[in-house]
């Protein structure tokens, strides 16, 4: 008996070379664009390529690089930010090793920017850190010991913490639980960490007016994505309810919210809200931002969710009445997780706008990354330095905005949305 022999299919068929000529070059109109595209990218990022080597002045960045971080924080504490990012840290690397995938994915870009950041660090730094971190140890006294230890230092602990937990957390998926319960108790710890305890020696308390730079922009956003979420998931909820004065309320706030920009929500919390408190009652300006994020992003979220309610055939609720399930238990177990799942895309890009809209708390006084960099710019030696400036936080943004539509992408993809 004689086999019939298999050949391997062209090798301008597959692989990288078939990846060209099917999407770049499969036709003569589509190797003219490709051309085009190639010679208008060479021209363009060669020119930035050179001016970012040899004309940019990115000593704007490394002399601030602290502000740009953390704004007015002070100095004597930055420790704990550091130790909010060891948590951090940790976990990541827990969450690599118990979930895999995505987390995974996200542990390995972690520490490819600590390393980047600690390759930086040396080649910027004009002395060795240890005889920095000797030098300020000197000068403070065994008290100051954590304040004196260098950039550098820090981010080895971090890179070695996410290293420990990601092997720690192998092959240990019975783990799940307990590290998501983890990152929602990390949450509290870092508010904790960051705002301290009145006059206690260890941890005194700093006024969120301290807090500032891209520590600020991620509590706003991580603040107000976690707290919009289940409201807008209820107010959706509320708009299809068949209780009329629910039905009016959520209809009523959700057209309200979302006939006005969110600049007017801010100037409303930091402007108008104070005239209407109690003289003794006041909420710190963080809060406010806070508050007026969460209410505008759970208007739109609301509107998102019930497309994706609405999209769920009538049968399938029939179905769920029939087996004897309540109107409650249909739509916790049958319903919202369908829409839910139906609705990534959407959730997800409304999620990377407020992230990215958090630069708008810059006109009500808060020194948000932006914030800091329009401080930085106005100091006489950095005048002019636009360029420099707004492209590191443009690169900032694109960083962090990316990842999250990485992750989308992903989940997308592990719950099969739009193949089945």
Same mark, same amino acid.
């Not at 960490?193 to 991620?218: A, C, R, V």
């Not at 399930?325 to 049958?334: C, K, P, Q, S, W």
């Given at each position: ?61 490394? *002399? ?5 971080? $953390? ?11 550091? #130790? ?6 940790? /976990? ?6 118990? +979930? ?5 994915? +996200? ?54 913490? /996410?290293?420990?937990?990601? #092997? ?8 799940? %639980? ?24 260890? !941890?005194? =308390? ?8 891209? /520590?600020?922009?991620?509590? !706003?956003?991580? %603040? ?17 309810? @068949?209780?009329?004065?629910? @039905? ?11 006939? $006005? ?56 609720? =029939? ?12 739509? &916790? +177990? ?19 706008? !407020? ?5 708008? *708390? ?22 002019? &330095? ?11 943004? +694109? ?12 989940? =997308? ?8």
């Amino acid at each position: 008996m004689t086999t019939a022999e298999t050949l391997e299919p062209p090798r301008t068929s597959v692989g990288v070379i078939g990846w060209l000529k099917k999407n770049l070059f499969s036709t003569w109109y589509n190797t003219a664009l490709t051309l085009i595209a190639l010679w208008f990218l060479y021209t363009i990022l060669s020119q930035m390529i050179v001016w970012a080597f040899t004309s940019a002045r990115w000593e704007v960045i490394t *002399a601030n690089l602290r502000l740009f971080m $953390v704004g007015p924080f002070p100095p004597s504490q930055v420790w704990r930010v550091w #130790l909010v990012l060891c948590i951090v840290s940790t /976990l990541m690397g827990l969450s690599g090793g118990v +979930f895999g995938g995505t987390m995974r994915t +996200f542990a390995r870009w972690l520490a490819a920017s600590y390393a980047t950041l600690i390759v930086l660090d040396v080649i910027a730094e004009q002395t060795r850190p240890f005889d920095v971190f000797a030098q300020r140890l000197a000068q403070g006294g065994a008290s100051e010991f954590w304040n004196a230890l260098p950039g550098i230092v820090w981010l080895l602990i971090n890179l070695g913490l /996410l290293a420990g937990g990601w #092997l720690v957390g192998r092959e240990r998926a019975r783990w799940r %639980v307990h590290v998501v319960i983890a990152w929602f108790v990390s949450f509290f710890v870092t508010v904790a960490l960051l705002q301290g305890f009145g006059k206690d020696t260890w !941890l005194p =308390e700093i006024g969120t007016n301290l807090w500032g730079g891209l /520590l600020l922009t991620f509590m !706003l956003a991580v %603040v107000s994505i976690v707290v919009s979420f289940p409201l807008g998931v209820l107010l959706a909820l509320g708009r299809r309810s @068949k209780l009329p004065a629910i @039905k009016i309320f959520c209809i009523l706030y959700i057209e309200l919210i979302r006939g $006005v920009p969110l600049v007017t929500i801010l100037y409303m919390t930091q402007i108008m809200l104070p005239l209407f408190l109690p003289g003794q009652l006041r909420i710190d300006n963080v809060t406010r931002a806070i508050a007026g994020m969460t209410l505008f992003t759970a208007a739109y979220l609301a509107e998102n969710v019930r497309g994706g309610l609405q999209a769920i055939p009538t049968g399938q609720i =029939e179905a769920a009445h029939a087996l004897g399930l309540n109107d409650a238990l249909t739509t &916790l +177990f049958i319903v919202l997780p369908q829409a839910l799942r139906m609705v990534i895309p959407a959730i997800v890009g409304l999620f990377i706008s !407020l992230f990215k809209d958090t630069t708008l *708390a810059t006109i009500v006084a808060l020194l948000e990354l932006l914030g800091v960099a329009r401080s930085v710019l106005a100091q006489a030696e950095f005048m002019g &330095l636009q360029t420099e400036v707004y492209l590191f936080i443009a690169a900032i943004f +694109f960083v962090f905005s990316y990842a999250m539509s990485f992750a989308s992408y992903r989940v =997308e993809e592990a719950l099969g949305v739009g193949k089945r």
